[in-house]
């Protein structure tokens, strides 16, 4: 039983590439999101997904886009990369009713 | 706003101390939870609460649903406690709030 699990671990981008961050759980989770962790600042909700076909926007979304591909799988893609997505990036997934969250590993973004 | 605000931001403890770490928040919940963040590592999710007192090996938290306020306590702390420390709730709909983490280093 893996979770969730988040790919890459790690990604070094220039300014203005783009890239899409994986992100698949096996719990049959309804609600997946995406956050990103800076130091000294609470974990910030960039997307969220409440059910398969639903998308909805968090606290930062700019810069960001999300697919809610399927139960499964939620992804979150850089269109233009900038230095300040520079970060570490956290899927998670929890059952209606929040009573299970569960995180991924982490994907350590740097954008040069 | 919703707000979650944990105290204190870092804390050090020789080993074998009792420590205790603070969560309020501004409304109503429906969960509280309480996560464990090693450096480097991932986040895991140490107790769900949403009434009451829960008890893990050496590990108590507890809500007090009246006075927006949650507590999370090690007895005979570790080194291998060390780890930062999340509150997050969540309020009505499917989003959570995070607070900013307590740091916690257990001195042997």
């Known amino acids: 039983n893996a979770g969730v699990t988040q790919t890459p671990k790690f990604q070094v981008l220039k300014t203005g590439q783009s890239m899409t961050l994986q992100c698949a759980q096996d719990m049959n989770h309804n609600s997946m999101y995406w956050y990103r962790q800076d130091p000294g600042m609470g974990l910030r909700l960039i997307y969220y997904?409440?059910?398969?076909?639903?998308?909805d926007k968090g606290e930062v979304p700019n810069g960001y886009n999300v697919s809610r591909l399927n139960k499964r799988e939620f992804s979150l893609r850089l269109e233009s990369a900038a230095p300040s997505q520079t970060s570490v990036y956290f899927c998670?997934?929890?059952?209606?009713?929040?009573?299970?969250?569960?995180f991924g590993a982490g994907s350590r973004l740097t954008v040069l | 706003k919703n707000e979650v605000e944990q105290s204190p931001q870092n804390l050090t403890a020789q080993e074998g101390e009792f420590i205790t770490i603070n969560c309020s928040y501004s409304?109503?919940?429906?969960?509280l939870h309480w996560l464990q963040q090693h450096p480097g590592g991932g986040i895991v999710s140490l107790f769900m609460l949403s009434s009451g007192k829960k008890k893990h090996g050496r590990l108590i938290a507890t809500i007090n649903i009246q006075e927006k306020h949650s507590s999370l306590h090690i007895t005979a702390s570790h080194p291998r406690d060390s780890a930062v420390y999340i509150c997050a709730v969540m309020y009505t709909g499917n989003q959570f709030y995070f607070g900013t983490g307590t740091s916690l280093t257990v001195i042997p």
């Open positions: 998670a997934s929890s059952v209606t009713g929040a009573n299970v969250l569960t």
């Open positions: 409304v109503g919940i429906s969960a």
């Open positions: 997904s409440a059910s398969e076909g639903t998308t």
